[in-house]
């Protein structure tokens, strides 16, 4: 069971005890006030008895209300500095500036509320970051292609080029228009599946053997570069939507292919632990940094930011939507230079999964 905070108990007991401070305060500078003016005759002692007591508390009355004015405006602005201070860095915030962090000391309260707001800065920050990325990464690769399909397609339009020439031009054109088409299909698919609230289709069939398809529809790829297979599949019967997660063994293992150097190898394993099982996808080649592990997962996200390798930045978005739609996880470990290790558990039976 999820622990309550005390959060808002501990406020109440603190505006309740700053409240009990003033009033003590106020009652006894009133007091003190009041004994000081009868002392010096500057104020009438009370009546004797039988004579009306108004006009003496009535005095005493406004000598209070005056002293607790007084004492709340010195005293109250204390407790309410870091309130002050958090409104006007959400302010900040609101203008864009996500840079903005506060370090509320006391109450413990205010610490807990100052590791929260910088937390959330920090994630703004990085998603304002991430949304700059994916313009410019969009740009990037849509532009590119164009450029190369716009000056090829001129060149060619000249006519003054050998046989050799031509076919090599249009060997780029057509290159860079199916760059394209894969970029227009993996955004398409992305959409689609982001909208997805149910599994389409669900149906019971062999992810073992339906790895064992996907490495070989690649066989092109991993053959060119003399890759060979580590097996440890088992033969698992699950319910999911079999094209969706074609699409995540292919991306896996088309990843895995393309950063392996050659005549390495990649391991494929398989374990299950309960009404769940966890396949890996295991290369031995160039592996990512930190940095690229936090993002590797975001839309159009590449580690390499030269964009010199084959690839878009769609593929894992997509396989992480898919995992996430059979209410799954994916992780990934990796160091440099040793390999990544891609690793998706998902439940054996998602038939009546939906997304929330």
């Keep these: 069971m999820k622990k309550r905070s005390g959060f808002p108990t501990n406020i109440v007991l603190l505006s309740t005890g700053i409240i009990f401070i003033l009033l003590t ?20 002692r009370p009546p004797v008895p039988g004579r009306s007591l108004l006009p003496f508390l009535l005095r005493a009355g406004m000598i209070s209300i005056l002293i607790g004015t007084v004492l709340t405006l010195c005293i109250g602005h204390v407790p309410l500095r870091p309130l002050r201070k958090f409104m006007e860095a959400i302010h900040s915030v609101s203008e864009g500036n996500f840079q903005t962090k506060i370090y509320l000391e006391h109450p413990k309260e205010f610490r807990e509320l100052s590791r929260c707001f910088n937390q959330m800065t920090e994630e703004l920050a990085g998603i304002e970051m991430l949304r700059s990325d994916f313009i410019n990464n969009f740009s990037h690769e849509f532009k590119t292609p164009m450029v190369s399909i ?23 054109i057509i290159e860079e228009a199916k760059r394209l088409t894969e970029l227009s299909s993996n955004v398409l698919n992305l959409s689609k599946v982001e909208s997805m609230t149910l599994l389409p289709d669900p149906e019971k069939f062999n992810v073992g053997e339906q790895i064992r398809e996907c490495v070989v529809l690649l066989e092109s790829k991993w053959t060119e570069k003399e890759i060979s297979f580590d097996f440890a599949l088992q033969e698992l019967e699950m319910t999911g939507s079999k094209a969706l997660l074609k699409q995540v063994w292919t991306n896996l293992i088309d990843n895995a292919v393309k950063f392996s150097p050659s005549k390495s190898k990649i391991d494929l394993s398989m374990s299950i632990h309960g009404s769940s099982f966890t396949a890996a996808v295991t290369d031995h080649g160039f592996g990512m940094d930190g940095k690229t592990q936090h993002f590797i997962f975001d839309k159009f ?33 990796s160091q440099p230079l040793q390999g990544s290790s891609f690793m998706v558990t998902l439940p054996i039976a998602s038939d009546s999964i939906s997304v929330k």
């Design 25 to 44: 305060l106020t009652m006894f500078i009133s007091n003190t006030v009041i004994l000081f003016l009868l002392e010096h005759g500057i104020m009438d």
């Design 150 to 172: 716009l000056g090829f397609a001129r060149l060619l339009k000249k006519g003054d080029l050998t046989a050799e020439e031509q076919t090599e031009y249009l060997d780029i």
């Design 301 to 333: 996200y590449q580690g390499d930011s030269s964009h010199s390798s084959e690839g878009n930045g769609l593929g894992l978005a997509l396989v992480k939507k898919i995992v996430e739609l059979h209410h799954g996880t994916i992780t990934v470990k």
